[in-house]
């Protein structure tokens, strides 16, 4: 009786979440109100029913790895703050004082809390496949902001990269949570998440990353959280086999290299930098379609390019790598004048030095489609 009573309970509160989530659609226009009244409130009744469900579906409790997912938290908060050195600090746009600090726990933290105790509730009902793929969805909806959403959805280069940004990291954490939440407890999720609000909440300045590399920050960090977790969860079930371990601990350590390097050399962190070329006038040394990979130079290498060298320098927010054809040097001032191969007249403008972001050193061909594909769409 106490089973499919808990089932059934269970049931009422995903139907909740099911009818609250088309509400929180609908209302989304009203957005100050459903954000700072509506929402808290929802997620403090969640958290009172949630607790009473675990009378019947008992939240499962467990210490270990708690320090993990914290040093997991604050490498990922370096990191982002360390970035914040080289692309810069914002202010918070959160206020300090006690009744802010008050009224952030009240809209913040409480629709964390409710979130992850009904996520405990249903996936600890709900053990198959199906079942856990269906509530994954369920509580990637419930995250989203629909507001804004509907405020970028008819921009499509802004709506692109909220896409990419946000909604896929996303769906990314949401999938590391079921899997922490099924495998272990939900105390790992809830703490993680609390942490990282909290800080995001009570330190004064932001770093001011572009979409790319926040997005690509925030989908890596539950990429690398779910390796070592599979890894321990394994060889936590499969003690007796140490060589098997070795294989899955190497693996995994090679593959997180393998990641870690890919995207420190897509945001520009090593010495080398991919591009994608737009067009045709540097035929035939590259075409469009290709990626260049360029260097990053030395001021001391800046100021002594000779004529032939392919340089990438920014004019008007867009890259351009031509080739040096000749140098002007006036009271020991360094500028280039460039030209495209395939061109017939020379680049009506002087490159100095610090507008040199690099030095072409190969390419790799057909490679850049992709992003041609996507310039092109927001253009249209």
């Keep these: ?33 459903y954000k700072n009244l509506i929402n808290p409130i929802f997620w403090s009744f969640i958290i009172i029913y949630s607790l009473y469900l675990s009378k019947y579906t008992p939240l499962k409790k467990s210490s270990k790895y708690y320090s993990l997912i914290i040093l997991i938290i604050i490498i990922n908060t370096t990191i982002l703050y360390s ?11 959160y206020n300090h004082d006690l009744i802010s600090l008050i009224f952030n726990i009240f809209t913040k933290i409480i629709p964390l809390i409710g979130l992850e105790l009904s996520r405990s509730i249903t996936i600890n009902q709900n ?10 969805i369920l509580f990637i909806l419930l995250e ?7 405020n970028i959805i008819t921009n499509k280069e802004y709506f692109f990269k909220y896409i990419c940004s946000t909604i896929i990291p996303l769906i990314a954490s949401n999938i590391l949570y079921t899997y922490l939440i099924y495998k272990n407890t939900y105390h790992l999720v809830l703490i993680s998440r609390l942490l990282e609000k909290a800080i995001t909440i009570l330190i004064p300045v932001f770093p001011s990353l572009n979409w790319f590399i926040n997005g690509t920050i ?38 997180l290299l393998i990641v870690i390097l890919l995207i420190s050399f897509m945001i520009g962190l090593l010495k080398y930098e ?30 002594n390019l000779p004529i032939g060298t392919i ?33 017939n007249t020379i680049d009506n403008v002087e490159v100095l030095p610090e507008n040199i972001k690099g ?20 253009k249209r």
């Excluded at 050193?361 to 594909?373: A, C, D, Q, V």
């Design 218 to 255: 925030n989908l890596i960090k539950p990429i690398i959280t779910y390796i070592i977790f599979k890894y321990l969860f394994i060889k936590e079930k499969h003690q007796e086999k140490n060589r098997h371990y070795s294989f899955i601990l190497i693996s995994y350590s090679f593959t």
């Design 1 to 33: 009786m106490s089973k499919k009573l808990s089932n059934l309970k269970n049931k009422n509160l995903i139907t909740i979440l099911l009818i609250y989530l088309i509400f929180s659609v609908i209302i989304s226009k009203n957005y100050l109100i």
């Design 311 to 343: 340089i990438i320098y920014k004019l008007d927010n867009q890259y351009i790598a031509h080739r040096i054809v000749k140098i002007k040097k006036i009271a020991n001032k360094v500028s280039y004048l460039t030209k495209g191969d395939n061109n």
């Design 83 to 93: 970035l914040g050195f080289f692309f810069g600090f914002s202010k918070s746009p």
């Design 127 to 136: 053990k198959s496949k199906n079942p856990l793929i269906l509530l994954t």
């Design 274 to 303: 991919p591009i994608a070329i737009l067009s045709n006038s540097m035929n035939p040394t590259y075409n469009r379609g290709d990626i260049i990979i360029f260097e990053k130079p030395s001021p001391k290498d800046l100021n």
């Design 359 to 378: 030095i072409y050193k190969f390419h790799l061909k057909y490679l850049g489609y992709p992003t041609i594909y996507l310039n092109y769409y927001f």
């Design 144 to 150: 989203i902001n629909y507001h804004s959403i509907t």
